[in-house]
């Protein structure tokens, strides 16, 4: 008989500890898994089978025999079948009497049948007591245990209500948008079958007052993303800035640039010299 190893996790209980003996009727992936955990506190698991013989892949250290013998050597029967196969419980009637039945079981559809699981088995066994458990687990959880990802995710201690940040992300994206949108529109227009199309005052305004108005867009785009660490040294690694940093070196520098060409002071004398002044020396 194939076995598998229980030493993937540590044991939680001393040996000398042992514990009574639970009984699961079922060796499908869900009573394995079980077995595996039940196993690693120091129980002792006796599964219950219709074949016995064929058994395999259980944890080591569980013993797997009849359904009736399984029965007779605990007073806890953790039932891991579905329910069509809950036949074999008639036979086991007087067995089971005075005993905890625990059901596992979740059936595929709502309504699937008239009753639940739990309340046929208190049906079909008056004198057990019928327990429901473990139906809100999956055989993968039980398997994986805290080696699964989704329990190694860091607590998050920040608000989700909170909408001190909340105006960051919806500016990344909207600024984002609107920057792609305008270097798409500057894109088509830069086409000879388009540019030829419009007057040189059209074609002027795209490229340089729209262009412009792209190049602050993405900018600030890009400088919403970086948001606090944008000049935080704890997030520099190595000391040395991120790209995103280093993407903004030139568009700041152009940006910069144009706004002192538009001060009125130096925009007025630049104004002359396209229009043809010259300076005169006295």
């Known amino acids: 008989m194939e076995k598998t190893s229980t030493g993937a996790f540590p044991s939680t209980m001393n040996s000398s500890e042992k514990q009574e003996t639970v009984c699961i009727f079922g060796t499908g992936d869900f009573g394995r898994s079980l077995a595996l955990r039940m196993l690693q506190c120091d129980y002792s698991i006796v599964f219950g089978s219709r074949n016995p013989q064929k058994s395999s ?20 029967i953790i039932l891991a ?31 699937q049948y008239p009753e639940s699981n739990a309340e046929y ?32 995710a860091l607590a998050k201690t920040d608000d989700p209500f909170s909408t001190t940040t909340a105006w960051l992300n919806d500016s990344y994206i909207a600024l984002g948008i609107l920057g792609f949108f305008l270097f798409v529109l500057l894109g088509i227009t830069s086409l000879p079958s388009v540019s030829n199309m419009v007057n040189w005052r059209e074609f002027r305004f795209v490229q340089s007052k729209l262009g412009y108005l792209t190049l602050i867009l993405c900018t600030a785009h890009t400088m919403v993303y970086g948001g606090k660490k944008f000049l935080s040294p704890s997030s520099l690694r ?16 152009v940006l910069v640039i144009k706004f002192i ?15 043809g002044w010259e300076r005169t020396s006295k």
């Open 238 to 253: 190595w000391y040395l800035p991120s790209a995103y940093v280093i993407a903004l070196i030139i568009p700041c520098s």
């Open 57 to 76: 892949l259980l944890p080591n250290g569980a013993a797997v025999l009849s359904y009736l013998e399984a029965a007779q050597k605990s007073d806890i």
């Open 261 to 275: 060409l538009i001060l009125p002071c130096i925009d007025k004398t630049l104004t002359r010299i396209r229009q």
């Open 121 to 152: 088995l208190a049906q079909l066994l008056p004198g057990a007591h019928v327990v429901k458990a473990f139906n809100t687990i999956s055989a993968w959880a039980l398997q994986s245990g805290a080696l699964d990802a989704n329990r190694q």
């Open 81 to 111: 079948v579905h329910r069509e196969h809950y036949d074999f419980l008639k036979e086991l009637t007087e067995v089971l009497k005075g005993k905890i039945l625990v059901d596992i079981s979740n059936n595929l559809k709502i309504d």
